[in-house]
Nanobody, 124 residues
Framework: QVRLVESGGGLVQAGGSLRLSCAAS????????MGWFRQAPGKQREGVAR????????YYADSVKGRFTISRDNAKNTMYLQMNSLKPEDTAVYYC?????????????????WGQGTQVTVSS
């Protein structure tokens, strides 16, 4: 069974940091693009950061650029999202996802594997 499992979410004060992890099991994703998406209450899911198959290309939403860093360790079949200078507007459920292609865009419909999500809450 193929699974993506997020961890590392929690409650943090504004200005703080969290590191999310996405551990894959059941198959390797070393040839696949992966990404982090988030969904806040009452809002549509949005792309936060994405990374190509070997980590050589990374992309960020304007709202997190300069604060978040996406990375991956293909030997561990794991992807990360380092989140610094967190703001209350970053509060959301964060999901990791994997796409069939080696480099994918922001359209979540092209990602065919999803984790269950981890809650990030930033207090002011």
């Amino acid at each position: 069974q193929v699974r993506l499992v997020e961890s590392g979410g929690g409650l943090v004060q504004a200005g703080g940091s969290l590191r999310l992890s996405c551990a894959a099991s059941g198959r390797t994703f070393s040839s696949n693009a992966m990404g982090w998406f988030r969904q806040a209450p009452g809002k549509q899911r949005e792309g936060v950061a994405r990374i190509n198959w070997n980590g050589g290309s990374t992309y960020y939403a304007d709202s997190v650029k300069g604060r978040f860093t996406i990375s991956r360790d293909n030997a561990k079949n794991t992807m990360y999202l380092q989140m610094n200078s967190l703001k209350p507007e970053d509060t959301a459920v964060y999901y990791c996802a994997a796409a069939p292609s080696s480099n994918e865009g922001w359209d979540s419909s092209y990602y065919n594997y999803w984790g269950q999500g981890t809650q990030v809450t930033v207090s002011s």
